[in-house]
């Protein structure tokens, strides 16, 4: 069983278009992070989000904390090409970072 | 400020081998983390260490082992390799913070069993 739950786990779309990432879990987390995965590459930290309700925005990215702590969402507006990548979402449980199972988002300019 | 480096980047061995990957994290940062990733499984933590000491270990057999050195650099070895084991290995620096916990990636060592 995943502690945190990834949907979609798959999503391909037209350049331009809007999405939204979610990730959820049953557990309370201190702070929930979201990183992007280029192939053959390592994850890059793109946000932590430690508030409960907090919402958070890089450029076309923004970024929601859940009222709980224990959801997360990830939206993208005017997706483009440069977007493609495995999101993750992670979060801190029993001392060590939790990973979801990744969104593999596919942008077709 | 220069990133993780992980070598070697790609390495072919072969059943019951072991093999020894290194991890040189940031400047500054003391804490390392490896992980695992696979297609199947995702991203899973294999163990951590803080200055020089394991301070976390996640659900891997004893065959998966690491260490650290006292310029936190580090290094993880896997004996008796299983055709499983093939996978990209991740290594991860970050700052000792107990709420923002962020970690800074390499760019892997991808490992293949045959």
């Known amino acids: 069983t995943q502690l945190l739950e990834q949907s979609p786990q798959f999503l391909s779309i037209q350049e331009g278009e809007n999405l939204t990432v979610y990730c959820n879990s049953s557990?309370?987390?201190?702070?929930l992070q979201w990183y992007r995965q280029e192939p053959g590459e390592g994850p890059v930290l793109l946000v932590t989000?430690?508030?409960?309700?907090e919402v958070k925005k890089l450029k076309r990215l923004t970024f929601q904390f859940g009222d709980a702590r224990k959801d997360s969402s990830l939206h993208i507006t005017a997706a483009q090409p440069g977007d493609t990548g495995l999101y993750l979402c992670?979060?801190?449980?029993?001392?060590?970072?939790?990973f979801g199972q990744g969104t593999e988002l596919s942008v077709k300019p | 400020k220069a990133g993780v480096t992980q070598t070697p980047r790609y390495l072919i061995k072969t059943r019951g081998q072991q093999v020894t990957l290194s991890c040189s994290p940031i400047?500054?940062?003391?804490?390392v983390s490896w992980y695992q990733q696979t297609p199947g499984q995702g991203l899973q933590f294999l163990f951590e260490?803080?200055?020089?000491?394991?301070?976390n270990k996640g659900n891997f057999p004893g065959r998966f082992s690491g260490r650290q050195f006292s310029n936190s650099r580090s290094e993880m070895n896997v004996s008796t390799l299983e055709l499983g084991d093939s996978a990209l290995y991740l290594c991860?620096?970050?700052?000792?913070?107990?709420?923002?916990?962020?970690?800074?990636f390499g760019p892997g060592t991808r490992l293949t069993v045959t």
């Open positions: 989000v430690v508030t409960g309700g």
């Open positions: 557990s309370v987390f201190s702070s």
């Open positions: 260490y803080f200055s020089e000491t394991q301070r």
């Open positions: 400047s500054g940062h003391r804490s």
């Open positions: 992670a979060g801190k449980q029993g001392g060590k970072l939790i």
């Open positions: 991860a620096s970050s700052l000792w913070d107990r709420v923002y916990y962020e970690q800074y």
